[in-house]
């Protein structure tokens, strides 16, 4: 079912000079396995077409993926003329992404 | 078992944060971080404008306020609030005059009276209520980066144990991790060995969890509809002989601390699960969660030897920066941007502006807001004169540009900004000391 990904995932995202980085999890070992799958780097960079160079790592005990974008914030906080220059709010605008959703995951 | 809590997550946290952990319950250490990579840049000008500065100076005002209760209570202080100048921070803790403390309750202090404290100089003082002050130094590398406005090295946890071990009640340090500040009183309390790699691997976890204060216990938490999130209280990690920790907060207090809003902070600020650090290196994926009655075990954590080198931050003066935001409202919003746009470059010129068009307008809207579009835009430059020009130049096309110009609010001089480096350099090439007053 088309849904936003926050219904399920949780996120938060923060600054490392020029760099944001991206946390996302889910909550039971079967939403995990879906989002391991779904969420892949090119998924990421089609839902957030403002990132351009992205890795990707895989926490499974947290039952979250870390995501870095690199460069999305310039030369760091001070310098950036991004709206949101901390990469703050990152994670939010991922989890208001509306996507495919597995119905017995919702 | 130590428990160690956390009173800030950055400079300008909550003030009352640090009472509220003293009076809320038992605590051995309070730690607080003030430091992020923006907040040396802020320190570093600090400086420029008085050597004497480069310090947090909410700190010592709350040192002002509660130094004497903690001391009462047997709680430990450790804080990065030295900043660029942990030495003057530690000097100005021991110059806190007894008229202040004075002002305090007569039972916190003991036996003396106000008045009797007003009488008493400041080493009478400090005999009576056994105050030692500790500070860690060595991180501040700018001769070897002399471009750089400010270059300080991520110092470690040993310096704060060693202030520890020797008595300090009080640690002030600048720029060592975050999560040494809780890894530091750890590894003094239960006298780790430098090679105790899960150990220390568990403690810098709760020490990543503790940095940021109530983003541990459901400040900035996806899902704060679930919980109280209307003033969380602090976190506090309960830290056993093996490095695992229960996460919990005092009794009372807002918020929440679940695997949910742990793994939130847990996810903060992180790169690759291989997470570097000048005591160990600390392997994210090996941490286990675990929802406990009083809030959140964590435990599994596995350490490695950390790098070779030690990172430094660089912050160095990138130029002058600006920016207003215009308020375009109902049609032919592109067309009003183009023309505003145009009008900006022929007054300042177009190089080193960048300009964003939020389309936040809304088509037949019902209120004036909805009706609106914001257009941002930013100029930097090396030239403070034309950082301070565009501000004129944006006011003077008020009643000449597009129908309905008005700004949100109006440019002020503009102001200079940072550029931010990491650098590394090997960990021989850095002596960090433990000083005590």
Known sequence: MRRPLGTIAGARSGDKGGDANLGIWVRTPEAYEWLKGFLTTEKLKELLPEADQVSRYELPNLKALNFVLHGLLGEGVASSTRFDPQAKALGEWLRSREVEIPEELL | MIRIGNASGFYGDRLSAMREQLEGGDLDVLTGDYLAELTMLILGRDRMKDSQLGYAKTFLRQMEDCLALALDKGVKIVVNAGGLNPEGLARKLGELRPGKLGELKPGELGELSPGELGELDQGDLAGRLG???????????????????????????????????????????????????????????????????????????????????????????????????????????????????????????????????????????????????????????????????????????????????????????????????????????????????????????????????????????????????????????????????????????????????????????????????????????????????
């Open chain 2, 131 to 437: 105050a030692k002050i500790g500070y860690v130094t060595g991180d501040d590398l700018k001769a070897r980066f002399p471009e750089a406005l400010t270059a300080n090295a991520y110092l470690g946890a040993w310096e704060i144990a060693e202030c520890l071990n020797q008595g300090a009640q009080v640690v002030v340090t600048g720029r060592v991790t975050d999560a040494s500040l809780v890894v530091g009183p750890a590894a003094a309390h239960f006298g780790w060995a430098r090679d105790d790699w899960d150990r220390l691997a568990g403690a810098t976890v709760a020490g990543h969890v503790l940095e940021c204060g109530t983003q541990a216990t459901g400040g900035n938490f996806s899902f704060f509809t679930e919980i109280d999130a209307t003033r969380p209280g602090f976190p506090i990690a309960e830290i056993d002989e093996d490095g695992s920790c229960l996460i919990t907060k005092h009794d009372g207090t807002g918020g929440a601390v679940t695997v949910d809003t742990v793994t939130a902070q847990l996810l903060y600020e992180i790169g690759a699960p291989e997470y570097l650090g000048p005591d160990v290196t600390t392997h994210f994926d090996t941490i286990r969660l675990e929802q406990h009655e009083r809030g959140v075990r964590i435990s599994g954590t596995r350490g490695s030897p950390p790098p070779d080198t030690l990172k430094v931050c660089l912050n160095t003066l990138g130029g002058f920066r600006n920016s207003t935001t215009f308020v375009l409202t109902g049609l032919d919003v592109e067309a009003k941007a183009e023309l505003v746009k145009r009008q900006l470059h022929e007054a300042v010129g177009d190089d080193g502006l960048t300009w964003t068009l939020a389309r936040t307008d809304q088509k037949d809207a019902a209120t004036e807001e909805q009706a609106s579009a914001l257009l941002h835009v930013t100029i930097k430059t090396t030239d403070p004169k034309r950082a301070k020009g565009f501000s004129r130049a944006a006011i003077e096309l008020a009643l000449a540009s597009y129908p309905g110009f008005h700004v949100t609010a109006p440019p002020g001089d503009g102001t200079p900004f940072g550029v931010y480096k990491a650098a590394y350099v090997h960990r021989d090439e850095v002596s960090a000391k433990a000083v005590l007053l």
